[in-house]
């Protein structure tokens, strides 16, 4: 059974940085695209990076030039380095993944639980 597990969120200053991790447990499996989402209070959930197998990222046009994404795939791991964070950067950040099993002809997408990110002010 294959989870994905976030870490890194918390409160911030406007301006300051954040990091935000994702790994993927499990074996016997590949990732494909990974992706980082978020939802704010009230509002719909919006994509804010992917990342494919080879490491190529793109970004909302609203973090571009702020946000970097970054994969590893020796570790089945996904990083969001978050820099100049706004107040409107706030939110709760959920990691996806599509991932194969090595046994079957077909994909599945994964949700991590979500990690806070709240930037004040």
């Known amino acids: 059974q294959v989870q994905l597990v976030e870490s890194g969120g918390g409160l911030v200053e406007a301006g300051g940085s954040l990091r935000l991790s994702c790994a993927a447990s499990?074996?016997?499996?590949?990732?494909?695209?990974m992706a980082w989402y978020r939802q704010a209070p009230e509002k719909q959930r919006e994509l804010v990076a992917t990342?494919?197998?080879?490491?190529?990222?793109n970004y909302a046009d609203s973090v571009k030039g702020r946000f970097t994404c970054s994969r590893d795939n020796s570790k089945n791991t996904v990083s969001l380095q978050m820099n100049s964070l706004k107040p409107e950067d706030t939110g709760v950040y959920y990691c996806?993944?599509?991932?194969?099993?090595?046994?079957?002809?077909?994909?599945?997408?994964?949700w991590g639980q979500g990690t806070q990110v709240t930037v004040s002010s």
């Open positions: 990342i494919t197998s080879d490491g190529s990222p």
């Open positions: 996806y993944a599509i991932i194969s099993p090595v046994d079957k002809d077909r994909s599945y997408q994964y």
């Open positions: 499990g074996s016997h499996f590949t990732i494909k695209t």
